[in-house]
């Protein structure tokens, strides 16, 4: 195959993935639930769940495995940048005030329960679900892992969209979600640094480097990206160079931290969360990225996981069906009991608690980014990654219904005479995510 055939394989694949994924999104929106939703089972009808059980040879043609190799490349590229741009997007007020004790509290209820039960329902599985060699305590972490994470970014957009961004109920689950994210990321680093490694005394040289790039970046880098902030809203816009530089950066710290061993959106989350609190910044971060990121490139990254998502094991008489019951119970029951129950000792009726329930239990993109990175490091079988994908959808479409059941329209609003302490809700993030 000469090169301008292999040009045509990978425009041919990336057009069926856009076409594909803005589709269902559009349907899946006529029914009230979030774009990524659609966006999310959009990539697993393009594997074998359909086009590969209705028309094998169609999807052999479109996703040969050069065609694969690319689209990992490309969806490893937009995963970065849309880590960079959840980080940019993240408003350092958010750490401080009288609601951050609150918070944290709320942020730690969905994720130790959730932790705890997903280890534990997981373990009776070791032997089905994990790959060989793998650890059972690195099986069991990363599945407790994986089940604990939050989507920040959809969970902003959905509180902005409701109106109650600044009530307390909305900024309370806004900044325990962020919390939620940030220790996530941190259990996967260390998580891949065990597991690559294969004891934890091996994995202190993975784990002190992605400490101490953190810490860099997040004080020598924050203060010198800050002098390129004020220089930016001096000017009032960005110019090209800065945006070549502010990208060279985002590269490198992907690259640095996928070469010691961590992953790339690692980097990326890290680069965001140093970067300045600029307005000027963050619009011309989010006009100049988000739309090729999240319309085309993040779309590449749901065919990818679609194309790896095996479900043979789910048809009658399946075997998976079990463990899937298990984990999707202990996912959710994890995240809805244990933040509903904080929320009710706080102050707020059952109703707000019910709908925090619902809302912190929506995992979309993220739970995918951290599975993805999972098969990466060979830490995730195929039929460990399936049952992880189909609860990413479920609880992610589960949100909002259990939102507007427990806060039908102009309950949500009741808090609004008695603001929040965090600010407004944060641009910047991919708006369907």
Request: aromatic share 8%; glycine share 12%; charged share 10%.
């Amino acid at each position: 195959m000469n090169q301008i055939e292999f040009a045509l394989k990978v425009f041919g694949a990336l057009a069926v993935v856009l076409a594909a994924t803005t589709l269902c999104g559009r349907l899946i929106m006529l029914v009230g639930q979030p774009r990524v939703v659609g966006e999310m089972v959009a990539g697993v009808l393009l594997g074998p769940a359909l086009l590969g059980a209705v028309a094998p040879d169609v999807q052999a043609q479109l996703f040969p495995a050069d065609v694969k190799g690319v689209l990992y490349v490309l969806s490893t590229i937009g995963l970065t940048f849309y880590m960079f741009l959840v980080g940019a997007s993240l408003d350092h007020g958010l750490t401080g005030g009288r609601n951050m004790r609150r918070a944290s509290v709320l942020a730690v209820s969905g994720i130790v329960p959730t932790f705890l039960l997903g280890a534990a329902v997981a373990a009776p599985f070791f032997g089905s679900l994990s790959p060989k060699g793998t650890s059972i305590w690195v099986y069991m972490l990363f599945v407790g892992g994986a089940l604990s994470i939050t989507a920040f970014p959809m969970l902003a957009r959905i509180l902005q969209e409701r109106g109650i961004a600044n009530t307390p109920i909305g900024g309370l689950t806004l900044v325990a979600a962020a919390i939620d994210d940030a220790v996530a990321w941190g259990i996967l680093a260390v998580i891949i640094a065990v597991g690559s490694a294969g004891s934890p005394l091996d994995a202190l040289d993975t784990v002190a480097g992605a400490a101490v790039f953190a810490v860099l970046m997040l004080t020598v880098g924050r203060r010198l990206l800050g002098r390129l902030g004020e220089r930016v809203e001096r000017q009032g816009v960005m110019t090209r160079d800065v945006m070549a530089l502010i990208l060279f950066l985002v590269l490198v710290a992907g690259w640095f931290t996928d070469y010691i061993g961590v992953f790339s959106v690692f980097g990326g989350f890290i680069m965001g969360l140093a970067m300045p609190q600029s307005p000027t910044v963050r619009r011309e971060l989010e006009t100049r990225l988000t739309d090729l990121n999240s319309i085309l490139l993040l779309p590449v990254f749901f065919a990818f996981t679609g194309l790896n998502t095996q479900v043979s094991g789910f048809g009658a008489g399946g075997a998976l069906w079990v463990p899937l019951a298990a984990i999707m119970l202990a996912a959710f029951a994890g995240k809805y009991l244990g933040c509903a129950s904080v929320v009710r000792l706080q102050g707020f009726s059952w109703r707000y608690a019910s709908a925090v329930g619902g809302l912190m239990n929506a995992r979309g993109l993220m739970i995918l980014i951290f599975i993805n990175i999972g098969l990466a490091h060979d830490m995730v079988t195929p039929e460990l990654f399936a049952i992880l994908v189909l609860v990413a959808i479920v609880t992610t479409a589960a949100a909002m219904p259990i939102y507007r059941k427990s806060l039908p329209d102009g309950l949500d609003r009741e808090a609004l005479d008695t603001p929040a302490a965090p600010p407004p809700v944060p641009t910047g993030v991919p708006n369907t995510r």
